[in-house]
């Protein structure tokens, strides 16, 4: 009978015990995220003084809570009304380059509770049917936001091509530009290992990266091989400059932003004008994935796709030195004209 007892003591104890853990747990991820969620400071002093645009915590953040299902598209036309969402377009654009951290830029800058990401490369500008739908069209593509808040969106191929800095010119000729770069042959053998995974996926053959980079009959680098044309990032960048002046661009260290993420996003806060928020708690190292993965709050974390940290294939250490030299004086110029440089060989 006493044994009876006592173990019917203990099971209550039990429960009572997982629902202290469970309340607390639960508390600690509220906290989490309401730590995220300080009112924002103004970007390019669009906002009034701190208090005039605040919007009550508690409040801010039932409305994130409810953006996360509009951006699901789930919103009526009543609640877009009521909150006063928007589809705006976007004040800063990860132009390329491919290849480069474009995606993880874009998730981990949208971790700062003044950035709305567009999900979708939304390829406006560098594709000739969709820019023959016009701005609106364009417009409608992007995610609700507060009318605080700035859309970034993300598209690589602008970078390389020829008429998309003319077209976003036209579009806004204040828009800021971010382009985030790697040392130029590790970015070419990035790109020929996402074509090659592409042919695999087909069943197809491939030739070896070897045999695209260097061209057979002058065993110098292949400059109509696009994955080497691509790192060529001086002549890129100055086509763009015929139409945007320097200041209008940042320059992302995309290896770095593997290795040590906080610091570079740091460096894009300052440059879109908005307050520090992204913190190391924002970013935790994976070790499975071997990379920097996302930290919303307490229970909501995410790591990019398998597709982004692919394993690349071996490539003969002679093309390497070879596109090393190839690539060199254009880095050099590339230092000059953005004023960052980089460890590159
Ligand atoms: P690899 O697949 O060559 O390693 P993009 O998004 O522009 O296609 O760039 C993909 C690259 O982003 C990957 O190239 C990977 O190295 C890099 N990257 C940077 N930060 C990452 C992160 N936190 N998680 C996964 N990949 C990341």
């Known amino acids: 009978m006493l044994f009876k007892q006592q173990a019917l003591l203990r099971q209550k104890l039990f429960v009572l015990g997982s629902l202290a ?29 701190r208090g005039q645009d605040e919007i009550p915590l508690r409040a801010l953040q039932f409305k994130r809570g409810l953006l996360h299902e509009f951006r699901k598209g789930n919103a009526t036309k009543e609640q877009i009304r009521l909150h006063n969402l928007v589809q705006q377009l976007p004040k800063a654009i990860i132009i390329g380059v491919r290849k480069g951290g474009t995606r993880a830029l874009l998730e981990m800058l949208n971790l700062h509770p003044a950035v709305v990401k567009a999900s979708q490369e939304i390829h406006f500008f560098d594709n000739d049917e969709n820019y023959a739908k016009g701005i609106e069209w364009y417009r409608k593509k992007m995610p609700f936001s507060y009318p605080h808040q700035i859309t970034i969106e993300k598209s690589p191929a602008y970078f390389i091509t020829e008429e998309v800095p003319e077209r976003i010119y036209k579009m806004n ?15 070419a ?43 060529i990032y001086t002549k890129h960048l100055e086509r763009w400059l015929k139409y ?18 906080l610091p570079e996003l740091q460096l894009v806060e300052k440059f879109l004008n908005l307050p520090p928020r992204i913190s190391q708690y924002n970013l935790y190292f994976n070790a499975t994935r071997g990379f920097y993965c996302l930290r919303f709050n307490i229970v909501f974390n995410k790591c990019l796709a398998g597709s982004k940290g692919r394993i690349h294939p071996e490539v003969d250490t002679s093309v390497i030195t070879k596109l090393h030299k190839f690539f060199h004086p254009f880095n050099q110029k590339f230092y000059q004209i953005t004023g960052r440089t980089f460890n590159w060989p």
Do not use: M, W
Request: glycine share 6%.
């Open 173 to 187: 000729s204040s828009i800021k530009l971010l382009i985030i770069v790697r040392e130029p042959t590790t970015r």
């Open 21 to 49: 853990i469970g309340s607390l747990l639960y508390l600690v991820a509220r906290v989490g995220s309401l730590d995220r969620l300080q009112p924002l400071c103004p970007i390019d002093g669009r906002f009034g003084p």
């Open 244 to 261: 945007f002046p320097i200041e209008q661009f940042h320059i992302v260290d995309g290896d770095r932003l593997i290795t040590e993420p």
């Open 189 to 231: 053998i990035s790109d020929y290992t996402q074509v090659l995974e592409g042919k695999e996926r087909k069943n197809k053959t491939y030739y070896k990266f070897e045999k695209l980079a260097i061209d057979p009959n002058t065993c110098e680098v292949n400059t109509k091989y696009k994955a080497v044309r691509t790192s």
